[in-house]
């Protein structure tokens, strides 16, 4: 993949998000040590796992081009300010997130400024990991669809559950654990 410089990136960033907030600078360094260290040749070697859904998505998602709808940006939402960098082609990934440092009294402009300025060392931490990915995790048309025996909608590429109440075939989350949702009559 091309690398781009972190301020060409950031203005993408910015123009995709609406505003420059210090989670963009930050989800910039992330996504850019994440790069580096992956190397992917394309965006079909990369699948990128962001641990939370605020700010920092929007800017791996623009500085990686990692998409939610082709499968290759997934949420593990921890609430943590980390990414982990999967290279398909090599099986290789690496966990960035960042070390402990202290803004002080800086002005929101000067904590920007200061996170895009910092050394990697001083601002991000990372590690090789271990990303075990099923064939139904992966890009592309979906390996599995199945109807759910409680409320009969499909469930795609092995997100069903097994029921462990008796009924005979594949149960969804949301049927099995609830859901986000409650229906109204």
Not at 55 to 61: E, K, P, Q, Y
Not at 107 to 117: G, I, M, Y
Not at 147 to 169: H, L, P, W
Request: hydrophobic share 40%; with cysteine.
């Amino acid at each position: 993949m091309q690398k781009a410089s972190v301020g060409d990136v950031l203005q993408r960033c910015v123009e995709y998000h609406g505003h420059f907030c210090i989670g963009q600078a930050l989800g910039v360094r992330i996504a850019m040590k994440g790069l580096e260290l992956a190397a992917p040749e394309g965006e079909k070697d990369l699948i990128v796992f962001v641990e939370n859904d605020r700010c920092i998505a929007d800017a791996v998602l623009i500085a990686t081009g990692t998409r939610l709808g082709r499968r290759t940006l997934k949420l593990a939402d921890y609430g943590k300010m980390a990414a982990t960098f999967v290279n398909l082609a090599q099986d290789t990934a690496w966990r960035v997130g960042l070390q402990p440092f202290e803004l002080g009294e800086a002005s929101k402009d000067e904590a920007k400024e200061r996170v895009l300025s910092m050394p990697d060392e001083e601002l991000l931490s990372w590690k090789k990991v271990k990303v075990r990915l099923k064939k139904e995790d992966l890009p592309g048309k979906p390996q599995r669809v199945v109807t759910c025996v409680r409320c009969g909608e499909k469930i795609f590429d092995g997100k069903d559950i097994a029921d462990e109440g008796g009924a005979s075939g594949p149960v969804c989350v949301s049927c099995l654990r609830g859901a986000y949702y409650e229906p109204e009559d």
